[in-house]
């Protein structure tokens, strides 16, 4: 079964960037599948960040895209999130997943709260 | 990209039916067959309940189901059990490869 593990910064003070790194198990990225990123501010819902698949294609939620990179590093199994210019808003727990085949969040890492905070 | 739209709360006694509302537009839910849901307790992981409107990943009971009708889906969970106490979303496809989540809503079991 696939596993997924987000590491990172807990704290990151503004206007810096955020940078999370997701790293899997049980499963090669370069196999297939999409692998994304959720989060979800504390008490509130959940936002899709964006997804890549193998290949290099990734797509970004419209409001992020102007401050997202992701990129995908096959040779280490991992794939990463960039948030730049980071402001409390931006305060989340922050989740890695699996999609199948781009449409759904079949297995979720265990999450990672980033705080904004200078 | 607007969020979906959910109940805040819903509530059902044991061995009740519920049922949870998704509302999006012709972009999202309406556009295409590709709604999921997922089961949140407080502090833990999402877990996928329903993908592709109605259809159930392994292991998850037959008491949950999922349809749609417009631009609206909807999950069910008959035969209310109380660890079916937690937060539901629904997500969509929004086309060009994006997903769009609602709002949650809370499920209380009285």
């Known amino acids: 079964q696939v596993q997924l593990q987000e590491s990172g910064p807990g704290l990151v003070k503004p206007p810096e960037t955020l940078s999370l790194t997701c790293t899997v198990s049980?499963?090669?990225?370069?196999?297939?599948?999409?692998w994304g990123w959720i989060r979800q501010p504390p008490g509130k819902g959940l936002e899709w960040i964006g997804n890549?698949?193998?290949?290099?294609?990734?797509y970004y939620n419209p409001s992020l895209k102007s401050r997202v990179i992701m990129s995908v590093d096959t040779s280490k199994n991992q794939f990463s999130l960039k948030l730049i210019s980071v402001t409390a808003a931006d305060t989340a727990v922050y989740y890695c997943?699996?999609?199948?085949?781009?449409?759904?969040?079949?297995?979720w890492g265990q999450g990672t709260l980033v705080t904004v905070s200078s | 990209q607007s969020a979906l739209t959910q109940p805040r709360s819903v509530s059902g006694s044991p061995g009740q039916s519920v049922t949870i509302s998704c509302t999006g537009t012709?972009?999202?839910?309406?556009?295409?067959?590709?709604v999921s849901w997922y089961q949140q307790y407080p502090g833990k992981v999402p877990k996928l309940m329903i993908y592709?409107?109605?259809e159930r990943p392994s292991g998850v009971p037959d008491r949950f189901s999922g349809s749609k009708s417009g631009n609206t889906a909807s999950l069910t969970v008959s035969g209310l059990q109380t660890e079916d106490e937690a937060d539901y979303y629904c997500c969509s496809y929004a086309g060009t490869y994006s997903l769009v989540f609602g709002g949650g809503t809370k499920l209380t079991v009285l």
């Open positions: 997943a699996t999609m199948t085949d781009s449409t759904r969040c079949d297995y």
């Open positions: 012709s972009s999202n839910v309406g556009g295409y067959n590709y």
């Open positions: 890549l698949y193998h290949n290099g294609n990734i």
């Open positions: 049980g499963y090669s990225i370069s196999s297939g599948f999409y």
């Open positions: 592709h409107v109605t």
